[in-house]
């Protein structure tokens, strides 16, 4: 499979960054942070991934920028419950039988495969695929970060006609969505399809251009991710502290320090939706915080006002590890260190903030303030 | 009639003997080689300071954590079939994956992947390959492999699969000891497994282990039965050890924080059992210690059965103290360990130690205080705020609402605990040091159902609840437990998101007093 990608694909080999094993414990690290507290846990993927390269399939990135305009990309992510996909685990070949299935059905041949989303366990899944067909990823994603539904990528808020696309599971079914009437439609469909394979499916979405994703995907993500991880791996090893090496790494902030006092949190349609309270230490003693949730950290807030808020990241912290907390694991009496770093400006344009912003969450008073004009 | 707990620790092997709610007398020996001597010694001592009757001991229990050490050792494991049902689905990830090598090879890497299993809503994957399970114990014949763990996709769901699976290969191979994954774990499949491979691995010396105790008590004239504390802190009878030995994992810290209860009648308290080098923390929920709510690591693999949710910090009673160059102090987490009695400069050692900072700041009187008249006073208080703080972030962790509740030391170490920890309430009780044969002699018997319930046909949560509740009685009533003193401990249920059919996992434990336990 290997030599077909090199004879047909539309790039030069030689750009290609071939993963090691080392950078695999750095990307589930790094994707941990950029899950804002969302996106599944990485876990079971780096052992699939790990796996694969361990049996001769090489896991290679290529630069954005090396992309010919004409090559045709295919993104590709897990959907479904996590319950489900912590239970009944893969068969293994679902993302590599929808790239496959979307190659028949369009009468082409890929030229490389696309991550939908960096932040948590799809930062994976990719990879995997595109290692059995011999295809590179592309360093770049549809979100930069987490989000719950397949209508807040880039792709989609820039114009990308997601279908036709193709949900494979682990039976051999398959499943090709010709045409959705929206994004949002895409989504509902999809959702009701993956129950009926069994509540854990891969999904590929229909082929962009590498011209299209130069100009409209969040660029650098796998680069991004691995090296936050690898910030995380240098200061435990030098006994430093995680927290300034991943704002050092980014640029981004230590919005609060602080221990969670009180914690409200409740199912709702599928999403937990919750309240973390905070009591500031350190310098921020005497402050309080609050981060509102739904999957994801969504509003950042000290002393009642709002300082931060999606599309931005908020990655809520081990202060001793340097370790992202995802939502369900937060606990009264964590010190945790809030983080906030600049989401890509694709995401901060009025279009994609109507899908991204504040007020796509339920949060009708909240203005988007990029943190970049918070006070310092 | 009396109580006789003991507690074979790594380096101690406690026992205490008590009567109705008193301790008579408590002894600590050393843990020997065989278990066997560690254990006669604790008990003899502990049989002559309290001078009772020895025919008056009506039970004996006791904790060991010579099964987790097992692992951590790597010691004493055996081949395992690892057989899983789920084909097509989970081949991506075979049993073992992610052991560390050289415990993957302890056990062999026979592993079997089988058609079978279930999806979430109870339909089969494929219909179970029995066939291949007959191949299979071929196989196992023929390897001479001595123990088999089964695992099904959602076998906590339902576990006829796993059930049919055993039975054919124990028709197929007379006598292997077959374990299956529900027995044993909750919804995750590579923990749930290797918590089952785990078991099975420990059999053999579950066994040899278990008659070793027999012969034990048996020498020392105790023929009363015996039971073995699992790491909910309360008992199994012997002969389901022989079964199910994972289940004594981390019996050594409930153990504790079941004493500290008991000892200070607190039902809602944090526990920290400060030892020589480590301090165990955890929180205490209707006197039981609180589960963890993931996964738990165990000699470097991820399980998911139920464990206490206790964590350690490096700071014990023999915790080096030090000075840097820009006069910041550091408190562990080096520490002489059970050298303390000769290091310490207290011990006419010389190093300077937790336990040197405690006595010289008038805190404790243990061993010479002039051999730390001259330590310089402001160190000494350095030091003694970085402990206070270490414990109280340990505390402040393991807490689960702002409600202030008290703080419960326990273990060798903990005068180094203030008498207040910020707000919270200080009690040390008397008997701390050997708080976890207390724990072993009190225990009791529980019984408990963990399932997925789909909420339909008019069955509402309280249904189930209820339903669950039932279940777990029975199983309580028919492990020996007394009817009138059951009680339920732990109640939860929680929606299975992303999932139609009102999916609800429902999870029930009552406990009881064991029969015969009032003599």
């Given at each position: 499979?290997?030599?077909?990608?090199?004879k047909?694909s539309n790039?030069?080999?030689?750009?290609?960054?071939?993963?090691?094993?080392?950078?695999?414990?750095?990307l589930?690290?790094g994707?941990?942070?950029?899950?804002t507290?969302?996106?599944?846990n990485?876990?079971?993927?780096?052992?699939?991934?790990?796996?694969?390269?361990?049996?001769?399939?090489?896991?290679?990135?290529?630069?954005l920028?090396?992309?010919?305009?004409?090559?045709?990309?295919?993104?590709?992510?897990?959907?479904?419950?996590?319950?489900?996909?912590?239970?009944?685990?893969?068969?293994?070949?679902?993302?590599?039988?929808?790239?496959?299935?979307?190659?028949?059905?369009?009468?082409?041949?890929?030229d490389?495969?696309?991550?939908?989303?960096?932040?948590?366990?799809?930062?994976?899944?990719?990879?995997?695929?595109?290692?059995?067909?011999?295809?590179p990823?592309?360093?770049?994603?549809?979100?930069?970060?987490?989000?719950?539904?397949?209508?807040?990528?880039?792709?989609?808020?820039?114009g990308?006609?997601s279908?036709?696309?193709?949900?494979c599971?682990?039976h051999?079914?398959?499943?090709?969505?010709?045409?959705?009437a929206s994004?949002?439609?895409?989504?509902?469909?999809?959702r009701?399809?993956?129950v009926?394979?069994?509540?854990?499916?891969?999904?590929?979405?229909?082929?962009?251009?590498?011209?299209?994703?130069?100009?409209?995907?969040?660029?650098?993500?796998y680069?991004?991710?691995?090296?936050?991880?690898?910030a995380?791996?240098?200061?435990?090893r030098?006994?430093?502290?995680?927290?300034?090496?991943?704002?050092?790494?980014e640029?981004?902030?230590?919005?609060?320090?602080?221990?969670?006092?009180?914690?409200?949190?409740?199912?709702?349609?599928?999403?937990?939706?919750?309240?973390?309270?905070l009591?500031?230490i350190?310098?921020?003693?005497g402050?309080?915080?609050?981060?509102?949730i739904?999957?994801?950290?969504?509003?950042?807030?000290r002393?009642?006002?709002?300082?931060?808020?999606?599309?931005?990241?908020?990655?809520?912290?081990d202060?001793?590890?340097?370790?992202a907390i995802t939502?369900?694991?937060?606990?009264?009496?964590?010190?945790?260190?809030i983080?906030?770093?600049?989401?890509?400006?694709?995401l901060?344009?009025?279009?994609?903030?109507?899908?991204?912003?504040?007020?796509?969450?339920?949060f009708?008073?909240?203005?988007?303030?990029?943190?970049?004009?918070?006070p310092? | 009639?009396?109580?006789?707990?003991?507690?074979?620790?790594?380096?101690?092997?406690?026992?205490?003997?008590m009567?109705?709610q008193?301790?008579?007398?408590?002894?600590?020996?050393?843990?020997?080689?065989?278990?066997?001597?560690?254990?006669i010694?604790?008990?003899?001592?502990?049989?002559?300071?309290?001078?009772?009757d020895?025919?008056?001991?009506?039970?004996?229990?006791?904790?060991?954590?010579?099964?987790?050490?097992?692992?951590?050792?790597?010691?004493h494991?055996?081949?395992?079939?690892?057989?899983?049902?789920?084909?097509?689905?989970t081949?991506?990830l075979?049993?073992?994956?992610?052991?560390?090598?050289d415990?993957?090879?302890?056990?062999?890497?026979?592993?079997?992947?089988?058609?079978g299993?279930?999806?979430?809503?109870?339909?089969?994957?494929?219909?179970?390959?029995e066939?291949?399970?007959?191949?299979?114990?071929?196989?196992?014949r023929?390897?001479?492999?001595?123990?088999?763990a089964?695992?099904?996709?959602?076998?906590?769901?339902?576990s006829?699969?796993?059930?049919?699976?055993?039975?054919?290969?124990?028709?197929?191979?007379?006598g292997?000891?077959?374990?299956?994954?529900?027995d044993?774990?909750?919804?995750?499949?590579?923990?749930?497994?290797?918590?089952?491979i785990?078991?099975?691995?420990?059999?053999?010396l579950?066994?040899?282990?278990?008659?070793?105790?027999?012969?034990?008590?048996a020498e020392?004239?105790?023929?009363?039965?015996?039971?073995?504390?699992q790491n909910?802190?309360?008992?199994?009878?012997?002969?389901?050890?022989?079964?199910?030995?994972?289940?004594?994992f981390?019996?050594?810290p409930?153990?504790s924080?079941?004493?500290?209860?008991f000892?200070?009648?607190?039902?809602?308290?944090?526990?920290?059992?400060?030892?020589?080098?480590?301090?165990?923390?955890?929180?205490?929920?209707?006197?039981?210690p609180?589960?963890?709510?993931t996964i738990?690591?165990v000699?470097?693999?991820?399980?998911?059965?139920?464990?206490?949710?206790?964590?350690?910090?490096?700071?014990?009673?023999?915790?080096?103290?030090?000075?840097?160059?820009?006069?910041?102090?550091?408190?562990?987490?080096?520490?002489v360990?059970?050298?303390?009695?000769?290091?310490a400069?207290?011990f006419?050692?010389s190093?300077?130690?937790t336990?040197?900072v405690?006595?010289?700041?008038?805190?404790?009187?243990?061993?010479?205080?002039?051999?730390?008249?001259?330590?310089?006073?402001?160190?000494?208080?350095?030091?003694?705020?970085?402990?206070?703080?270490?414990?109280?972030?340990?505390?402040?962790?393991?807490?689960?609402?702002?409600?202030?509740?008290?703080?419960?030391?326990?273990?060798?170490?903990?005068?180094?605990?203030?008498?207040?920890?910020?707000?919270?309430?200080?009690i040390?009780?008397?008997?701390f040091?050997?708080?976890?044969?207390?724990?072993?002699?009190?225990?009791?018997?529980s019984?408990?159902?963990?399932?997925?319930?789909?909420?339909?046909?008019?069955?509402?949560?309280e249904i189930?609840?209820?339903?669950?509740?039932?279940?777990?009685?029975?199983?309580?009533?028919?492990?020996?437990?007394?009817?009138?003193?059951?009680?339920v401990?732990?109640?939860?249920?929680?929606?299975?998101a992303?999932?139609?059919g009102?999916?609800?996992?429902i999870?029930?434990?009552?406990?009881?007093?064991?029969?015969g336990?009032?003599g």
């Amino acid at each position: 499979m290997a030599e077909r990608a090199l004879k047909t694909s539309n790039y030069d080999p030689a750009d290609l960054w071939v993963l090691n094993e080392e950078d695999l414990e750095a990307l589930e690290i790094g994707s941990g942070i950029l899950g804002t507290g969302g996106g599944g846990n990485p876990y079971l993927g780096k052992l699939r991934a790990r796996l694969a390269m361990r049996s001769g399939y090489p896991l290679s990135i290529l630069p954005l920028d090396r992309l010919a305009d004409d090559a045709r990309c295919v993104s590709i992510g897990a959907i479904g419950a996590p319950v489900v996909a912590y239970e009944r685990l893969k068969e293994g070949r679902e993302g590599l039988r929808c790239v496959r299935a979307l190659e028949e059905h369009l009468n082409i041949s890929i030229d490389a495969i696309v991550c939908e989303e960096i932040g948590g366990s799809n930062s994976m899944e990719p990879l995997i695929a595109a290692a059995f067909a011999g295809l590179p990823v592309v360093d770049c994603d549809g979100m930069g970060r987490a989000f719950p539904e397949m209508q807040m990528t880039t792709f989609s808020i820039y114009g990308h006609r997601s279908t036709p696309s193709v949900m494979c599971d682990l039976h051999g079914n398959t499943v090709l969505f010709q045409h959705a009437a929206s994004e949002l439609w895409h989504e509902r469909m999809a959702r009701a399809c993956v129950v009926a394979q069994g509540g854990s499916s891969m999904l590929a979405s229909s082929p962009t251009t590498g011209a299209f994703l130069k100009k409209y995907a969040v660029p650098h993500s796998y680069t991004q991710a691995i090296a936050l991880g690898r910030a995380v791996l240098k200061a435990r090893r030098e006994h430093a502290d995680p927290v300034a090496a991943i704002c050092e790494q980014e640029k981004g902030r230590t919005v609060f320090m602080g221990k969670i006092v009180d914690l409200e949190r409740q199912l709702r349609g599928g999403f937990v939706l919750g309240e973390a309270k905070l009591a500031g230490i350190d310098s921020f003693n005497g402050d309080s915080a609050s981060v509102m949730i739904q999957n994801e950290n969504l509003v950042f807030s000290r002393n009642g006002t709002v300082e931060v808020s999606v599309p931005d990241l908020i990655i809520v912290l081990d202060v001793d590890t340097g370790i992202a907390i995802t939502t369900e694991m937060l606990r009264y009496g964590q010190r945790v260190a809030i983080v906030a770093l600049p989401c890509h400006p694709l995401l901060r344009s009025q279009a994609a903030l109507e899908v991204v912003g504040p007020k796509a969450f339920g949060f009708d008073d909240v203005v988007f303030r990029p943190i970049e004009e918070m006070p310092a | 009639m009396y109580r006789l707990g003991i507690d074979v620790g790594g380096t101690n092997t406690d026992a205490v003997i008590m009567e109705g709610q008193h301790v008579l007398s408590g002894v600590k020996a050393s843990t020997s080689e065989n278990v066997t001597t560690g254990v006669i010694e604790a008990l003899e001592g502990a049989v002559s300071k309290a001078g009772i009757d020895r025919s008056k001991i009506g039970t004996v229990m006791i904790g060991t954590t010579h099964f987790t050490n097992a692992v951590i050792e790597r010691k004493h494991i055996s081949h395992v079939a690892a057989i899983r049902l789920g084909l097509p689905a989970t081949s991506s990830l075979p049993p073992l994956v992610d052991w560390p090598d050289d415990l993957a090879a302890a056990v062999g890497h026979h592993t079997y992947l089988v058609r079978g299993g279930y999806e979430f809503d109870g339909r089969a994957i494929a219909p179970l390959d029995e066939e291949e399970l007959v191949r299979i114990a071929q196989d196992i014949r023929a390897k001479n492999v001595k123990a088999a763990a089964i695992t099904c996709v959602f076998s906590p769901i339902n576990s006829e699969m796993e059930k049919r699976a055993k039975a054919v290969i124990e028709k197929h191979c007379p006598g292997l000891p077959v374990v299956i994954s529900g027995d044993i774990g909750r919804i995750g499949l590579l923990e749930r497994e290797s918590a089952a491979i785990m078991n099975a691995s420990l059999l053999p010396l579950a066994a040899k282990t278990v008659d070793a105790f027999g012969k034990a008590l048996a020498e020392a004239g105790l023929s009363c039965p015996f039971f073995i504390t699992q790491n909910d802190g309360t008992l199994m009878a012997a002969r389901t050890v022989r079964s199910f030995p994972v289940l004594t994992f981390a019996s050594g810290p409930t153990n504790s924080m079941r004493g500290a209860a008991f000892l200070t009648g607190r039902k809602e308290a944090i526990v920290v059992d400060i030892g020589g080098t480590t301090s165990d923390v955890g929180a205490l929920h209707h006197g039981f210690p609180r589960q963890a709510a993931t996964i738990v690591d165990v000699g470097g693999v991820r399980t998911n059965f139920r464990m206490p949710d206790v964590f350690s910090i490096g700071l014990g009673g023999g915790s080096l103290v030090r000075e840097l160059a820009g006069g910041e102090v550091t408190v562990g987490p080096q520490s002489v360990g059970y050298r303390i009695a000769k290091e310490a400069l207290v011990f006419g050692g010389s190093t300077l130690t937790t336990t040197d900072v405690a006595v010289a700041l008038g805190k404790a009187s243990v061993g010479d205080a002039s051999k730390v008249a001259g330590l310089d006073r402001a160190l000494a208080e350095k030091a003694h705020a970085k402990i206070v703080s270490m414990l109280e972030n340990a505390v402040e962790r393991s807490r689960v609402s702002a409600d202030p509740i008290p703080v419960i030391a326990v273990g060798g170490g903990s005068i180094l605990m203030p008498d207040r920890l910020g707000e919270l309430e200080v009690i040390r009780p008397e008997n701390f040091a050997v708080a976890n044969a207390v724990g072993a002699a009190i225990a009791q018997i529980s019984g408990e159902v963990d399932r997925v319930f789909a909420l339909e046909r008019g069955l509402t949560r309280e249904i189930c609840l209820k339903q669950a509740e039932q279940e777990a009685t029975e199983r309580a009533l028919s492990a020996g437990a007394v009817a009138e003193t059951i009680q339920v401990i732990e109640r939860e249920d929680v929606p299975l998101a992303y999932l139609p059919g009102n999916a609800t996992r429902i999870h029930v434990k009552v406990v009881g007093e064991m029969g015969g336990y009032h003599g």
